[in-house]
């Protein structure tokens, strides 16, 4: 039987103790109370330290007619034109903003050299469906018109995003593909893929940190009640795309204790089947979120040295 690291274990054994019986678990489909835990558990999640990267603020129009906050992370070591990464936070796609990924942000900038453009993409219920995707394709696109401006390289650039951000990232990357915008890379840090992952495995072990009845709320929050159904896009789910040949190359990392694992699996190995190089990461022991629970522990230590590897290479 699959057993969680003895350190993962450690530190949810003392979140237990620290909140039994002071937050109730929201109900199923209440979406407005999964979102308050949800930004409750990011604002008190650990960031690595970092120093020496400049971070300006922007507007980027959208397709909507609307406008979204676009925050830029200069690294002090970057020079002349180099790789761009457009960071999409997670939160189940109802939860989260770029506040909440700030410190990891300047984190991977500072390693890495890399420049970093953050949205704050719109969150469903209010804006469902392929709009949190379209947001982030539009500062994608927007960054890359102004490619001078920004000292980027056209050619060298990527998205990334953990949990319900890995898919949207997943979902943008689609619509670079299909709009003919070139993309280096997708990393997918356990990311949330498949609307039709809501009903709880009984042969899966007892240890999640994220469960079925919460995927469930976000998913209808998103796909308002069309989940599961034939009528979901690939750029909403990105499981659902039929045809991932030309995908950019990806890096997927998660736990085998995440219930997100095995649709990232089946992701890689389809990317894989259509001739689409993917570096696959199943991280033995290892619940959702392990980096936002600590940064104490071996495994996320080893994540944030392999994501910034990936980012290096860019």
């Known amino acids: 039987m699959l057993t969680p690291d003895p350190q993962i274990a450690e530190a949810f054994a003392v979140l237990v103790e620290k909140f039994t019986g002071a937050v109730a678990a929201p109900a199923r489909g209440d979406a407005p109370a999964l979102r ?19 971070v300006t603020s922007h507007r980027v129009p959208t397709s909507d007619g609307q406008s979204i906050e676009m925050r830029w992370y200069t690294p002090d070591s970057a020079t002349g034109p180099g790789p761009v990464v457009v960071y999409l936070h997670g939160g189940g796609m109802i939860a989260g903003k770029p506040d909440h990924v700030d410190g990891l942000v300047r984190h991977y900038a500072e390693q890495t050299g890399v420049r970093f453009a953050v949205p704050d993409y719109r969150l ?9 995707a379209r947001d982030a394709f539009e500062t994608l696109v927007w960054v890359l018109e102004r490619s ?38 997708q990393v997918l840090i356990y990311p949330m893929l498949d609307d039709r992952n ?13 469960d079925w009845s919460a995927n469930w709320t976000c998913w209808n929050a998103v796909l308002g009640g069309r989940q599961g159904t034939d009528h979901v896009s690939p750029i909403e789910a990105p499981a659902r795309l039929v045809d991932v040949a030309g995908l950019a190359p ?7 204790l995440d219930i997100f694992r095995d649709e ?51």
Do not use: N
């Open 36 to 54: 308050a835990m949800i930004d409750a558990g990011l604002d008190d999640a650990p960031v690595p330290e970092s120093s020496g990267v400049s």
């Open 124 to 132: 469903s219920p209010e804006h469902p469906g392929e709009r949190m």
């Open 148 to 185: 001078e401006t920004f000292s980027v390289d056209p050619d060298r650039a990527a998205v990334m995003g953990d949990s319900g951000g890995g898919g949207v990232a997943a979902g943008t990357a689609v619509l670079a593909r299909d709009l003919g915008v070139p993309l280096a890379k």
């Open 198 to 210: 809501t009903v709880p495995d009984p042969d899966f072990p007892p240890f999640v940190s994220w």
């Open 250 to 256: 990806a890096y997927i990392e998660v736990g085998e």
């Open 264 to 314: 990232s699996i089946s992701f890689a190995q389809r990317l894989h089947r259509a001739g689409v190089s993917c570096e696959l990461h199943v991280l033995p022991g290892v619940t959702h979120g392990h980096d936002r629970l600590s940064l104490e522990i071996d495994v996320s230590r080893r994540s944030l040295v392999e994501r910034c590897r990936v980012l290096r290479d860019l």
